[in-house]
């Protein structure tokens, strides 16, 4: 083997997995768009046999000799394909060392806990769940166990999911937010409510999607590339490679700003994701670096830049042009009531604030059950307690507690704390972003371009060539710190309510 | 290599098989419904790899010595396997004729010309389409080369839609349709014009999605297993199996006959396709058996069926309910309005007595390109001439004219005769149908049941089993005749203009 047949190896393998990537999500995107109620089994016996083609095909010995070539070669090698061929030899020794029947043994759990899990929570029966949650714990435990039984294994979970995270990484992050954020919200709930009544009423679907369209436009998305469709909840996803990227969102037609926040949310990955520099496309590099850096971008579109008084300004005009009845309402009612503070059940549905303490509650959890310091069977009660204590909430059933979120029964353990990570990696982000650009005036202008701009050249175009704590360390020229984030939180609350 | 070992590889590779056709198909699906307009080149790279395998799978060196196995132990095995094994057999020996470099090449300029096309039908300039489609008629004649040099290029793809067809074949029943049916276009023309008022005016696309609706629940569709959606050009689609069946329409506002019928026949589609015996499933046996027979379904439900008295009076009533200003109107003027007759210039909105010259015109003109007689670049004109000269009318612009059909870019040639014979069998099945279904009372009464279970008794649970000439036979009992055909329209044109 040359070097040169071995890197046109590598090049061509990747292609083709994408080709996989590319079918794979959309049979699932079409099995929540288009598909008739019926179909779910035909998609499963395509599934299974693609994705049986596609672990083939970045698992065989004929390639993996090909990434051990490479690899013994790295000096040789462009700083992307050292990247790619580190990327994909760790998944693949990581597969390796899982034995096979355990592994088909643990999609098979999988498949049926997703339809379990359904039922569950629209029975909010927990018990019904409970079993299947148990092995999904267990099997967590021990696949990290096979895989690097020198770590704990929740902190390879969280490793998983954003490179480099660990529990006392997190248990820090997480104290930090809590000393500050608890405080805030009880001070906000004190004060005097603010007035939701010109999001809330009548906002007919058709409208709303004008709404989507210019939303898209705005924050500067290419709708060449980029497509909107409806689904139960929203979601971005890509085709093979950043060139076709898809975006969901929901309608509610009682209050508009759900749509609009999701869609600003959903163009914030799509944005990254299609930010990519195109010499990426078909390669392992091609899109976002991990949920943290994903939830970063998607976070600062809704909240940082969403939710500014700069946009809320912008957006305004816009919005009475669609809804007339809000033409008795201020620009200065829309961003009170879309900074309205106010702690609640729903993860989902949670404020800017009190969000982060959601995710604290499934982190505390997760933390206690992959150390075997709570049982399965005591999830609902934890959960509930916990609701009382962070957010003041009582729970009134599982489906609106611990039945709430997909993540578990998907087996993603381990995930939920990219998202409040993303939140604060986002304020700090917006921090170094003002050094250079006029992010306030660039909002009431509406004009994207120096914003995206930046982004573009600091992260997005990267795609997943540095892992994500180098990334964030260039770009902040300093560690991370949480204390951009809870600033910013705390200036929000402020300028809204005045404590 | 044991029986059961081959007969249990022809199983498992027919099911492969029938992923990569899902996940292709869903593909174009995806490219004329949902994508963004910019993202037709990522779907081609796609396309490009998932061809490849798929071409691996069905032509690989073991797969052809289990099929050659199979072939010789023909004794042993079901009648449902021999076909499995003399279709698979056929297409290994067409393809393995075509060199792989020029298959995949293909599928890239396939999927180039289908966006080229659409915009070059937007913009009505046959120019920015022709290179495209000379190469694909090129591709054409150069690959009925490779399979069949002993065949002239034209009759071998016409062949491949409709089993045994043959120039001369054609040649014989398009000059007994035209004998019959200009005289009868004529004489229809001359008589007192049928008033189309009532399918004029203005019809909101939501009521029309009702109409949708109510038409595939009326005709015996499981809307479980076939969704609808909106696209440009209306057609029928499989997922991997019949069990994942979608049609498309297209909406105009100012005639809802327009979707209402094409939503029916491509139903006749879904109904043939959904009506494989389950057992068929992941076989190459899944579906309809030629695009002549598949054309006899649709056909029948749009025309045989759809335009008849009967049903125009059942579909009346729920006309009247969804479009108020109906009202007026009697369900026997809707049934004469859409059972006028009027040359015109789009095939998909002719009218079914003068449907079959405007397939004529095309079969001519690929006849004559197919054997060199006829440039690429002379088509516009040559389209001009035959409009005027078969049905009178003038094309004012390739929007309008040779640019009006998909066929050709999705690299069809050869399969326009199916429309026209498809028509001509369905009169036959009808009259056969006669001898033992009550159709009319059938109609009236809205009860499908009858009419389905005799299809699906005769025709649709056979999927591919029969070649379609034997499947014609053994449902007429003697040859195929165009006679029922051209009786039924004079019949027709009496009825309604009582000439």
Redesign the interface.
């Known amino acids: 083997m040359t070097l040169d047949q071995a890197r046109a190896e590598l090049k061509s393998r990747q292609?083709?997995m994408?080709?996989?990537a590319?079918?794979t999500a959309?049979?699932y995107y079409?099995g929540v768009?288009?598909?008739?109620?019926?179909?779910a089994?035909?998609?499963a016996?395509?599934l299974?046999?693609?994705s049986e083609?596609s672990y083939r095909l970045s698992t065989d010995e004929k390639f993996i000799e090909t990434l051990e070539f490479l690899d013994e070669n790295s000096s040789e090698l462009s700083e992307a394909e050292r990247r790619q061929v580190y990327l994909l030899l760790k998944d693949i020794r990581a597969m390796r060392k899982i034995p096979m029947e355990e592994f088909v043994a643990y999609q098979r759990l999988l498949a049926e806990a997703d339809a379990v899990w359904h039922e569950a929570k629209e029975k909010s029966d927990f018990p019904l769940f409970e079993p299947l949650l148990r092995q999904i714990f267990d099997t967590n435990v021990r696949f990290a166990g096979y895989i690097a039984p020198e770590k704990k294994p929740y902190d390879y979970w969280l490793g998983e999911y954003e490179d480099g995270l660990t529990m006392e990484k997190c248990d820090g992050f997480f104290a930090a937010v809590r000393a500050r954020l608890v405080p805030l919200i009880e001070k906000a709930s004190a004060a005097k409510p603010v007035d939701e009544s010109v999001i809330n009423g009548c906002f007919p679907t058709a409208k709303q999607e004008e709404l989507s369209t210019w939303l898209m436009k705005t924050i500067g998305l290419?709708?060449?590339?980029?497509?909107i469709?409806t689904t139960e909840h929203p979601f971005t996803t890509s085709?093979?490679?950043h060139?076709?990227e898809?975006i969901t969102t929901h309608y509610h037609e009682e209050d508009f700003s759900m749509s609009m926040f999701s869609v600003i949310h959903e163009g914030g990955h799509a944005l990254y994701d299609t930010g990519s520099a195109d010499e990426l496309a078909?390669t392992v590099l091609d899109g976002g670096v991990s949920m943290g850096v994903h939830e970063s971008q998607s976070r600062f579109y809704e909240n940082i830049l969403g939710r500014s008084r700069g946009f809320c300004e912008l957006a305004f005009p816009k919005l009475v042009e669609l809804f007339p009845q809000l033409s008795k309402y201020t620009a200065e009612d829309f961003y009170r009531a879309v900074n309205r503070v106010r702690p609640s059940l729903i993860r989902t549905e949670a404020d800017e604030v009190t969000y982060c303490l959601h995710v604290m509650i499934r982190y505390e959890i997760e933390k206690r059950v992959m150390a075997g310091e709570l049982a399965v069977h005591d999830l609902p009660g934890e959960w509930n307690r916990l609701y009382k204590e962070y957010l003041g909430v009582d729970v009134p059933d599982d489906r609106q507690g611990v039945l709430q979120d997909s993540h578990w029964s998907g087996g993603m353990i381990g995930y939920f704390p990219s998202y409040a990570l993303g939140s604060a990696y986002g304020a700090q982000f917006l921090a170094k972003m003002r050094e250079s650009v006029d992010v306030d005036g660039c909002l009431r202008r509406g004009d994207f371009a120096p914003i995206n701009a930046w982004n573009r050249e600091n992260i997005w175009r990267h795609g997943c060539l540095y892992a994500p704590d180098k990334l964030l360390e260039r770009v902040f020229g300093a560690p991370f710190d949480p204390k951009y984030y809870l600033d910013y939180l705390e200036s929000k609350v402020k300028d809204v309510y005045g404590v």
Chains 1, 2 share one sequence.
């Not at 290419?222 to 497509?227: E, K, N, P, Q």
Request: charged share 25%.
């Open positions: 292609a083709r994408s080709a996989y590319h079918a959309l049979i079409d768009t288009a598909a008739p109620k019926g179909t089994e035909n998609r016996q395509t299974a046999v693609l083609e290419d709708l060449d590339h980029v497509g469709t085709f093979g490679s060139f076709d898809r078909y």
